[in-house]
């Protein structure tokens, strides 16, 4: 096995394309937008849409093995893909994680708790569902959103205007009661071809205007919580048939129990600090697992605190540059917009 087919041309695809590159892998990145930041560092690029089946068989013929660096793939595409070639993470991942209220039914099949959700179709079921939640929760589209968008948050029932369906364009939703949590954690976890899975440790995470900012190492977990949260992401990647790296989002509560959040089935913005923290990163570990590669254990040897550089952060790198025990990752992208990730440094504790 040497060639390895990416869908997606952003920054997750550029640093499995690096990883790769480490172990002798050549990569094909298939992206729409030429010179995307993966291409920059692959060996080449199918410049297709990507439910195009003209450009999708052309990454089949030219790739032993496929993968994605997010999850909004069409399904038709990758099991158009899997007919001809192995594709990982396997598309009924992709399937789970596309629509939030499959995925929390998934998730609680699993013997997971998630918080309370209601499906939404309608002006008239949002206000019944609010009703149901003492006119609290968030409301979020129930396909295609990422990093705070497609969200809209009820903190009463004076916050529920006549077209507050309408706002979120009228399409398929779902409502979800708050959770009274403490903090916010998640696990990134690898499962290889033959069902061997490893854990890296749980970081601790926090957002704002809702996009990752930090993600800290070790997170303020008791021991039982976090192993709690290692056998909830072995149950959902046991249940998947799952090959390759996954991101479990949790809440935690008071009492130190775990209510799960969200599942990403790729590699996850809160586990850029393994690169820096840990001898293999999870960008070789998700090489390692869709290549039959033996997987690390996940052992970290520092402490660390990952954090985003989003906009205009990209002018603060001089500065970091100059901080000792600084890693500074930049992700090829020429223009700094509001809320677009650019980079991310992990300094060492």
Known sequence: MRTIGIIGGGQLGRMLAMAAARLNFRTI???PQSDCPAAQVANDQVVAAYDDEAGLAALAQACDVITYEFENVPVSAAEFLARSKPVYPPPKALEVAQDRVTEKRFIQDCGIETARFHAIDD????????????????????????????????????DLPAGAFNELGGVPMILESFIAFEREVSIIAARAIDGTVSCFDPAENIHRNGILHTSTVPAALGAHTAETARRAAKALLDALGYVGVIGVEFFVLPDGSLVANEIAPRVHNSGHWTEAACVVSQFEQHIRAITGLPLSNGARHSDCVMQNLIGDDINDVPAWLARPHALVHLYGKTEARPGRKMGHVTWLA
């Open 29 to 31: 990145i298939l992206e």
């Open 123 to 158: 002006q008239a079921g949002l206000e019944a569902a609010l009703t149901d939640f003492g006119g609290r929760g968030v409301l979020k589209t129930r396909r295609l959103g990422y990093d705070g968008k497609g969200q809209k948050v009820f903190r009463g029932p004076q």
